[in-house]
């Protein structure tokens, strides 16, 4: 079993940045690729960007791609969502996800947090 917990979601103005962590505990930790993925209002959930479990290869949904960045710190067991320019499109319950292979796919992960509200005025 893996625990995860997001924070750091929050209401703000068209142009800012956030930034989204997640904590794991539970079962290794780097064993995992790890993924965010959000839902925005009325819609199903969607692919934002994932990570190897080295940290090595990264992927982006080609909405985050030049404006999120994702991160990740084995040591603290955390993975990070940075997000720059943000627009209110981007608004979204985001989550983390931990799973076997760092793809796009909702179906790949096992683990997932419960979620952190972003809300992006305009």
């Known amino acids: 079993q893996v625990q995860l917990v997001e924070s750091g979601g929050g209401l703000v103005q068209a142009g800012a940045s956030l930034r989204l962590s997640c904590a794991g505990s539970?079962?290794?930790?780097?064993?995992?690729?790890m993924a965010w993925f959000r839902q925005p209002p009325g819609k199903e959930r969607e692919f934002v960007a994932s990570?190897?479990?080295?940290?090595?290869?990264?992927y982006y949904a080609e909405s985050a791609k030049g404006r999120f960045t994702i991160s990740r710190d084995n040591v603290k067991n955390t993975v990070y969502l940075q997000m720059n320019s943000l627009k209110p499109e981007d608004t979204a319950v985001y989550y983390c996800?931990?799973?076997?292979?760092?793809?796009?796919?909702?179906?790949?992960?096992?683990?997932w947090g419960q979620g952190a509200q972003v809300t992006v005025s305009s």
């Open positions: 539970g079962r290794t930790f780097y064993d995992y690729a």
């Open positions: 990570i190897t479990w080295s940290g090595d290869f990264r």
């Open positions: 996800a931990a799973g076997l292979r760092p793809i796009s796919d909702v179906y790949e992960y096992d683990y």
